[in-house]
């Protein structure tokens, strides 16, 4: 609880830091998602500039996310490719049940799908942050790595997850809020979750190797 908090703190912290350029790149995502074509690198490359605020990296500009969304775009289809199929899948089981099926056998088929829905949708979460802690751009692994993630730390996920989606609730109700900071938010939330937990393994290592 404690931990997820920290991460809660550190992003909002990156957020209020960079105000404008949060602003800037969660609107430039949500014009580029509408357009449908670069909306798969333009959130692969969101995940990269996180990343980048995360570990301070100076003079960062709205043009630094541009060249991220041109630069990541074979990566964010194949990206696309993977994540797509998935969740159309879940969503037509989801929405396919009460049809085929009484209310009995669909309500707990429905909330089966709708688990494994989120599931896939945190280890996405995850694997767009540990991308960029990768050595290489693997997205294999970087769905692997996530899945592990998710399962070795369920607590952590499931605050850190309850409290980002409770923000996204409100920002609902504030729509404004929403549209100018929460892609950037989700964002930031997923990448120091990921340094957090990279941070924890690397002490745990260290203390069982002394």
Not at 51 to 78: I, Q, S, T
Not at 140 to 145: D, V, Y
């Amino acid at each position: 609880m404690k931990n997820a908090l920290q991460v809660l703190r550190a992003s909002i912290v990156d957020l209020w830091e960079h105000l404008v350029l949060v602003m800037a790149c969660s609107l430039t995502w949500l014009a580029l998602v509408v357009l449908i074509i670069p909306g798969p690198p333009a959130t692969v490359a969101l995940f990269e500039m996180a990343e980048r605020l995360a570990r301070r990296e100076p003079l960062l500009e709205w043009r630094d996310y541009l060249r991220a969304v041109r630069a990541r775009f074979g990566l964010g289809w194949r990206w696309a490719a993977i994540v797509t199929p998935v969740v159309a899948i879940l969503l037509i089981d989801i929405l396919a049940m009460p049809r085929i099926f009484s209310p009995t056998v669909a309500a707990p088929a429905q909330w089966f799908f709708i688990v494994t829905l989120a599931l896939w949708l945190v280890v996405n979460w995850y694997a767009l942050a540990l991308l960029f802690q990768q050595k290489a751009l693997s997205l294999r692994l970087a769905l692997r790595n996530g899945a592990v993630l998710l399962l070795q730390h369920p607590l952590f996920t499931f605050v850190l997850t309850a409290v980002t989606a409770l923000l996204l609730w409100l920002g609902v109700i504030l729509v404004l809020v929403n549209l100018l900071f929460g892609p950037m938010l989700v964002a930031l939330i997923g990448t120091h979750a990921v340094l957090d937990r990279l941070a924890l393994m690397r002490a745990t290592q260290q203390a069982g190797s002394d």
